[in-house]
């Protein structure tokens, strides 16, 4: 642990994994997150079942990978830790038919996303620790991460100890998914939650993917070669990125030309102005006040009209398929596919 920090950073030397040798976790889902959880876990030492739907389209690959397999009650009903990593709008049915019945005092209820507990979709019982421990990663680098040695920051939330030991274990857990080799930050449940909403939404996918289009099309809709504005305004950014996150922006600025920087410097502005930080302040808000939670609760009851158009239309980009041709073409494509070197990302639809 380091006190340099305004916020408690822990690393391996401050988890013990075998804290968690007389448990049982269950894991609940196999996706993005879930895949990644469970294989570490049991490859840190940890016993692990997976809980999954009869029926469901992921059973093969947890029973391929060599984890038991059962239904989500019947793992909760196994186990003594309890990892929800079902996707955030299906956690309140899967707690209402699986969990809460099979839980039992002294049990550890695990999320790895706050949003159910902070907007009040899940009352956990008296008697459970809940907890969480939130990768700040998607789930498949979760895993290469750990398969590569290395490791994925993550957060940890304690909001119900009734045992004594919630922050201990979650430690543990959070050690054996290869978060303390990077660095865990111990947050609450409301942070995490708005920080996590605001981030996906103005910055890391809404507002990035926003502004790799809005670039593509001024240079296509000005004449530029469709090819050209794929290079310059998407493919381009992951380099550009890696030096940011390998040495923060001045890494970047470093390594641009001179030209680069001017021109960055004094028209980066223009572009991501005042007006949109404004609109940055607005979807905090939003968020902060529940409205997005509201809206998106609703958007699934009515059974994701909205976002079933909106992922179509995105799909439906000409971007998609101008970048899909070219990355067909990279040298490396076939290579990286055939060892495995790239993380498989399952297409969702
Ligand atoms: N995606 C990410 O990288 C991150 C996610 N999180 C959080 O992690 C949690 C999990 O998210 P994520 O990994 O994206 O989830 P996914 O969408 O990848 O989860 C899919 C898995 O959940 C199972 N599942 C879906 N519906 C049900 C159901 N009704 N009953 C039982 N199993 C079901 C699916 O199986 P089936 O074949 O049966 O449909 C599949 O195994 C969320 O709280 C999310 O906010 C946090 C950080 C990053
Ligand atoms: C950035 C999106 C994310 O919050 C994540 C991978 O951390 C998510 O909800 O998937
Ligand atoms: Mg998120
Ligand atoms: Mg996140």
């Not at 879930?34 to 992921?58: I, K, P, Q």
Request: aromatic share 8%; net charge negative.
């Amino acid at each position: 642990m380091t006190d340099e920090f305004t916020t408690e950073i822990y690393y391996d030397d401050d988890a013990d994994v075998s804290t968690l040798e007389d448990d049982t976790v269950a894991v609940l889902g196999y996706g993005s997150q879930g895949h990644a959880h469970a294989l570490n876990l049991a490859e840190s030492g940890v016993d692990v079942v997976v809980g999954l739907r009869e029926d469901s389209s992921s059973r093969s690959a947890a029973e391929a990978d060599g984890l038991a397999v059962t239904t989500p009650a019947e793992a909760v009903a196994q186990s003594t830790y309890v990892s929800v990593l079902v996707p955030d709008t299906v956690q309140p049915a899967v707690y209402e038919n699986a969990i809460e019945p099979n839980l039992e005092a002294g049990d550890t209820l695990q999320f790895a996303h706050g949003l159910n507990i902070h907007y009040n979709q899940i009352t956990p019982p008296e008697g459970v620790d809940v907890t969480m421990v939130a990768p700040k990663s998607p789930g498949h680098l979760v895993r290469r991460n750990y398969e590569n040695d290395e490791g994925t920051p993550g957060l940890l939330a304690v909001y119900q100890d009734e045992t004594g030991d919630a922050d201990e274990r979650a430690l543990a857990y959070a050690k054996a998914i290869g978060c303390t080799r990077a660095g865990v930050i111990e947050t609450t449940f409301q942070e995490e939650v708005e920080s996590d909403l605001f981030g996906e939404q103005a910055v890391l996918c809404g507002g990035v993917t926003a502004l790799v289009k809005h670039g593509y099309e001024t240079l296509v809709d000005a004449g530029y070669s469709p090819e050209i504005a794929y290079f310059e305004c998407l493919n381009e950014l992951k380099l550009i990125v890696d030096l940011m996150y390998e040495g923060g922006n001045m890494e970047m600025w470093n390594s641009v030309s001179d030209t680069a920087e001017y021109g960055g410097l004094t028209r980066g502005e223009r572009i991501v102005d005042d007006s949109v930080r404004e609109n940055m302040e607005e979807v905090l808000e939003e968020v902060q006040n529940g409205e997005f939670t509201r809206e998106w609760v609703l958007e699934n009851q009515a059974g994701r009209p909205s976002y079933t158009q909106l992922r179509q239309a995105e799909k439906e980009h000409e971007i998609e398929e101008v970048g899909e041709r070219l990355r067909d073409l990279f040298a490396w494509a076939e290579e990286a596919d055939a060892d495995g070197t790239e993380p498989e990302v399952p297409a969702d639809d």
